[in-house]
Each structure stands twice: as C-alpha cells, then as structure tokens.
C-alpha cells in the first residue's frame, strides 16, 4: 500500500496543480479521470494529456513538475518515461499523470481500459477561471 507523503495537500488539490501545468503548455485533450470508486483502482486520479512532439510533451511533463511543487512542495514519488519522451508518468501516490505523445495515447487507450471511472475532460477555460 502506498501511503501519500503530504497530507497537507488533498488528491483533487493535486490533481487540479497537475491539470494546471498541462494547461500552461498548452496540453491537448486533457482528461481527468476519477477512479476513487473504481473496484481495486491504483490511486485517485489518472490526469492524461497529449502533445505534437516529444519536445512538447517534456516540457509539459516539467510544467506540471514545478506547477505540482510550486504550490506543495512535492516531487513525484515516482517518475518514467523521460528518455523515451512518447508516455512520460508522474506519480503523485494519489494521482498520477500520464503525458503522451498522440499516437502513443491512442494506442494504450487508458480511458477505454478504466472505463468505469468517471470523466471529465478539461479545456482552456478552466485555466482562465482559476487565474
């Protein structure tokens, strides 16, 4: 069992800091995913965007990184994907985000595999009200 490092800081207080740096690279088709009542689910969220290139998905997975510890003070538990730049993951025991390269995305297909959590999918707006 994993235990969250900071309980100071709420899964959807996280969640929403992870959604923010994916907004601030301007991150496409950015879904949340609620897997808190989802039988023997790994964690809370799942937050999952996509960039254009590898370039742009590394600098959303950083985003996210300083958006994450900007406001709490934590790192990810656990990180992947960094070299590789198609699916980078940071886990934040609670949520864990999922950062793709388009075609990487659809071939994993998350949302269909998790497909009893519920979904929300986030746009531009969002940051816009939050500012």
């Not at 990184?65 to 609670?94: C, F, M």
């Not at 959590?117 to 009200?129: C, G, M, R």
């Amino acid at each position: 069992m994993r235990i969250n490092k900071s309980s100071e800081f709420s899964a959807e207080q996280i969640r929403d800091f992870v959604v923010r740096g994916m907004l601030e690279k301007k991150a496409q088709d950015i879904v949340v995913m609620d897997l808190r009542n989802v039988k023997n689910a790994i964690c809370d969220f799942f937050v999952l965007c996509s960039g254009t290139s590898d370039t742009q998905i590394d600098a959303i997975s950083t985003s996210i990184e300083e958006e994450v510890y900007k406001a709490s003070h934590q790192d990810p538990w656990h990180r992947e994907g960094k070299t590789n730049r198609e699916w980078i993951l940071l886990d934040y025991v609670d949520v864990v985000a999922h950062v793709f390269k388009k075609d990487r995305r659809s071939f994993y297909d998350l949302e269909q595999l998790w497909g009893d959590a519920e979904i929300q999918h986030i746009d531009e707006s969002v940051l816009e009200t939050a500012n």
